[in-house]
């Protein structure tokens, strides 16, 4: 019996990767833009900005004023945004599907939002899930540009707060044979 349960598991389990890779080659509902909060400034930032930042360390012009106005440096967005998390997708769809899964999604929940909280959980945990997927490692980058709706709000004063959370949660799960 526990042979069975453990072939339906790991037949599930490639089901569900199927069907999100499927949902992420789509991508006809990806996020475009992020409403990016610090403090009291709050400022519209296309996703296409942050990945330039990301990868050439250059902010746009309106980027690099909001940090200003926010009081933040660039470099620090920067890092939060490229920190790299490596996890099997598997046992991370897994992980997010348990208690403690959702309490860290709800946690999570706290710093990058859906317009709609209604869905936040269940949109933040497609992101996560789709950015893992193809390389075995999560950026909130790319959980940002894989968010199934065309805006996500993100409360930056939380950012690395958050990010070493994460770090230290999904960093430290072993690599379970699924």
């Known amino acids: 019996m526990l042979k069975n349960r453990s072939g339906v598991l790991h037949w599930m389990g490639g089901v569900f990767v199927?069907?999100?890779?499927?949902?992420?080659a789509a991508r006809s509902r990806a996020a475009d833009h992020v409403v990016l909060r610090y403090s009291i400034f709050q400022e519209s930032i296309?996703?296409?900005?942050?990945?330039?930042?990301a990868e050439t360390g250059e902010a746009s012009s309106s980027l690099k004023t909001y940090l200003k106005m926010a009081n933040r440096e660039p470099e620090e967005l920067r890092r939060a945004l490229t920190q790299?998390?490596?996890?099997?997708?598997?046992?991370?769809?897994?992980?997010?599907?348990?208690?403690?899964?959702?309490?860290?999604?709800?946690?999570?929940g706290e710093i990058i939002q859906a317009p709609?909280?209604?869905?936040?959980?269940?949109?933040l945990r497609a992101a996560i899930v789709s950015s893992a997927l193809p390389d075995g490692k999560v950026t909130l980058l790319e959980a940002i540009q894989n968010y199934p709706t065309s805006t996500v709000n993100i409360n930056g004063d939380r950012i690395a707060e958050i990010a070493g959370q994460i770090d230290r949660v999904l960093g430290g799960l072993p690599d379970w044979p699924f």
């Open 84 to 108: 790299e998390v490596e996890i099997d997708g598997v046992v991370l769809y897994r992980v997010l599907n348990s208690l403690p899964g959702e309490f860290l999604l709800d946690r999570i």
């Open 46 to 53: 296309a996703v296409a900005d942050l990945a330039e930042l």
């Open 18 to 24: 199927g069907a999100v890779v499927l949902f992420s």
């Open 116 to 123: 709609s909280t209604r869905t936040s959980r269940q949109a």
